[in-house]
């Protein structure tokens, strides 16, 4: 396929339309406040974006296996401050490493519970995942109680002040810290897999259709423990990384994130029945939404209607996608018109 | 084979959903039963303490309920409900919901207007959607006393530590004299419906404007949802947006925690001047550090020891009147207005270097 080509092939993709949106969002922000088109913005951006990113990604794979996961808020706090408090308590000087593995253990070992409970059961992610969300939840204030973590230990609150890198400006300075990583890891895993590997093509031919993906010998019911595995993973691991980012742990937080995150992935075009979407469309999404949740200040939009804006542009931006899939689904040739000649004419 | 395994898996998970079902039925219903016993037999001996000598030995269940449960301040706050309890011989408990949801805080009261307590003693996280439920409480004949909400209707009294307006001069003169009188300043709110945090920020401009007029307010009011890591992001943004920004309030507990975080970062401790609602946990390491400059707070557990003595003296029909002291320190001079609104001098500002003297 020649370059000309691809493009004209990406023009029609949603993720064009995402893009757009992308672009016309930031160009109508730069125009009311050019403080906006700074590199100080894209690294804020970026650091804003690496906790809702992990759990984006993640909950994409989950959408095409055709389930919609709303545990992950869940599992993430109860990763995050199980493990905080354990290393409280423990006076931990140790590296940073056994925490996060710790939070990440836990989080794989909740989502392990969902894939089997719907795996086994074949029940809809999203009923299952509803009531274990309040499971986890509750299981932790329950049985850890609620106080907070207002202090980490050491190494862990040296490691919220490890960067990448930063640039310092004359009012400015801003960077991109170490936890980025895990956001740039989890996208590769996550494209490596529904790309390149056995298990992406059965996770998106379960979520087109489980019968047939049964029948074309798909391990349906180990693909689902492990997207939901995999969901559980990021979770512990987008956890962690919050209460790194807090320097502290708060039994409450992320709880209510979920509407935000699924909409980032149905935003880049992942249809919410399964089946579709790709890495690309939901970085996109990802930062459609970053970007309408962190800069309506600089639009100098008052505080009383930002979450009114940020809804406008989940409604619109979505209203495009859809809109482009649709005129997409129209130029299908119908079967039942061209009975006979259909073949030939869809070509 | 295959068959038969699926059946025991469905045994047991069916047998673990009840068991887990029992015990957390269970759980709960042991707990008030011996809180309320225990206390019964000490009442007659403790009643003169707590009711300044009113020879009644009625006992009354009273519950407070919170904004939300897990966070230091609502534990600061349950230290005096339980003081209260054990002080008085009452059956005096905390409850609430682990999210600070208004429909959650609704479904409570609900349940406690259920269980026909005797007074609910409550800090409403929207004033407006709890009214209605209030109303039936009280048409229950439950006493429903409320703290931070000076536009509340069905309450018989509502509690306030100190007048908004005091509140919110604090911080501005505090905030005015930091800065010399010079520069701009923004201020954050938990919620945009959060009636205390915003009749402070309305207050600190006020005063502003009497007092600092070459001060600048930018950006009205950023809301940070109780959220550190919101606050810390909105930071950011707001120095971008507004290079010279140089003073920031915060209300909520955890705001100027994560306005902190950002200037630490920015580097602009010595350039920035930040003060706010917190508690020395939530602030010290950012007091410490110079990011913070100046917290104020009252301690919520004389509130909430204060708000059950008001219950249990109009429980036991006592005569209610301005000037009147609830006992705990800050509330022993009460000033009443219209006839519900109670306001103490309750205020505490810490610095570093009076943060110690406050370990919660």
Redo the contacts between chains.
């Keep these: 396929m020649s370059i000309g080509a691809g493009l004209r092939k990406f023009t029609k993709s949603s993720e064009f339309y995402v893009l757009l949106a992308v672009v016309l969002l930031c160009a109508v922000i730069g125009m009311r406040?050019p403080?906006?088109l700074?590199v100080?913005?894209g690294l804020?951006l970026l650091r804003?974006s690496i906790?809702p990113g992990i759990m984006v990604f993640a909950v994409m794979l989950g959408i095409i296996a055709g389930g919609i996961d709303v545990s992950f808020p869940a599992i993430a706090v109860s990763s995050m401050f199980l493990t905080a408090r354990l290393f409280e308590y423990l006076e931990w000087t140790g590296p940073v490493a056994v925490p996060i593995l710790m939070s990440v253990a836990i989080g794989t070992a909740l989502g392990t519970v969902n894939g089997l409970i719907i795996a086994?059961f074949k029940l809809p992610a999203f009923i299952v995942t509803l009531g274990t969300s309040h499971l986890f939840?509750g299981m932790l204030?329950?049985s850890i109680?609620?106080?907070?973590v207002?202090?980490l230990p050491p190494t862990m609150d040296a490691f919220s002040?490890a960067e990448i890198f930063r640039i310092t400006g004359e009012?400015?300075?801003?960077?991109v810290p170490v936890t980025f990583w895990f956001l740039l890891g989890t996208i590769v895993v996550v494209y490596f897999i529904l790309n390149y590997t056995m298990l992406g093509r059965g996770i998106y031919a379960i979520g087109g259709d489980r019968v047939s993906a049964e029948r074309a010998g798909f391990n349906v019911r180990g693909i689902t423990i492990f997207v939901y595995a995999f969901i559980g993973f990021a979770s512990g691991l987008a956890g962690i990384v919050?209460t790194i980012?807090?320097?502290?742990s708060?039994?409450?937080?992320l709880?209510?994130s979920e509407l935000l995150i699924i909409a980032a992935a149905v935003l880049g075009g992942t249809h919410i029945g399964g089946g579709k979407g790709t890495v690309l469309g939901s970085i996109l999404g990802l930062a459609l939404i970053t970007i309408s949740r962190?800069?309506l200040?600089?639009m100098g939009i008052?505080?009383?209607a930002?979450m009114f804006v940020v809804g406008l542009i989940i409604v619109a931006g979505t209203g495009m996608s859809a809109y482009q899939a649709m005129r997409r689904e129209n130029k299908l040739p119908r079967i039942l018109d061209t009975a006979g000649g259909g073949v030939v004419a869809g070509k | 084979m295959k068959k038969s395994a699926r059946k025991v898996l469905t045994l047991v998970a069916a047998s673990a959903m009840v068991l887990v079902m029992t015990a957390a039925c269970a759980a709960p219903a042991p707990s008030p039963p011996p809180a309320a016993q225990a206390p019964a037999d000490a009442a007659p001996a403790d009643t003169p303490t707590g009711a300044a000598g009113v020879n009644d030995d009625r006992v009354f269940t009273i519950a407070t309920v919170v904004k939300l449960t897990g966070v230091g301040w609502f534990d600061r706050m349950e230290e005096g409900v339980n003081r209260f309890a054990a002080e008085t011989g009452h059956d005096a408990f905390q409850t609430g919901h682990i999210t600070a949801d208004p429909a959650e805080q609704v479904r409570i009261i609900e349940d406690l207007i259920a269980q026909g307590v005797d007074a609910i003693a409550v800090v409403p996280n929207s004033t407006a959607s709890l009214e209605g439920v209030l109303a039936r409480a009280m048409d229950a004949g439950i006493v429903v006393i409320s703290h931070e909400a000076t536009d509340i209707q069905n309450a018989h009294f509502n509690i306030e530590a100190f007048t908004n307006e005091d509140y919110g001069a604090l911080f501005m003169r505090t905030l005015g004299e930091l800065m010399g009188g010079e520069g701009t300043y923004t201020a954050f709110v938990g919620s945009l419906t959060a009636t205390s945090h915003n009749e402070w920020v309305d207050a600190s401009i006020a005063y502003q404007e009497a007092n600092f007029p070459n001060m600048v307010n930018v950006a009205g009011r950023n809301e940070s949802a109780e959220d550190p890591v919101v606050a810390y992001n909105r930071t950011l943004e707001l120095l971008r947006t507004y290079p010279d920004l140089r003073g920031f309030q915060g209300s909520a507990g955890s705001d100027v925690a994560g306005i902190g975080r950002a200037i630490e970062e920015l580097g602009l401790v010595n350039e920035t001047f930040v003060v706010g609602t917190s508690i020395p946990s939530v602030a010290g390491q950012f007091l410490e550090s110079g990011a913070i400059d100046m917290i104020a707070f009252w301690d919520p557990a004389d509130a909430g020891f204060a708000m059950n003595e008001l219950a249990l003296r109009v429980l036991r029909g006592e005569e209610i009147y301005d000037g009147m002291s609830l006992t705990a320190a800050g509330y022993q001079n009460m000033t009443l207005v219209d006839g519900m609104f109670f306001f103490g001098n309750a205020s505490v500002a810490v610095t570093v270097d009076n943060m110690h003297e406050y370990p919660f």
């Design positions: 406040n403080a906006f700074t100080f913005t804020d804003a906790v086994f939840h204030v329950w109680g609620a106080r907070p207002n202090r002040r009012t400015h300075s801003s960077a919050h980012q807090s320097r502290a708060f039994p409450v937080e709880i209510g962190n800069s200040i600089m008052p505080a009383t930002q």
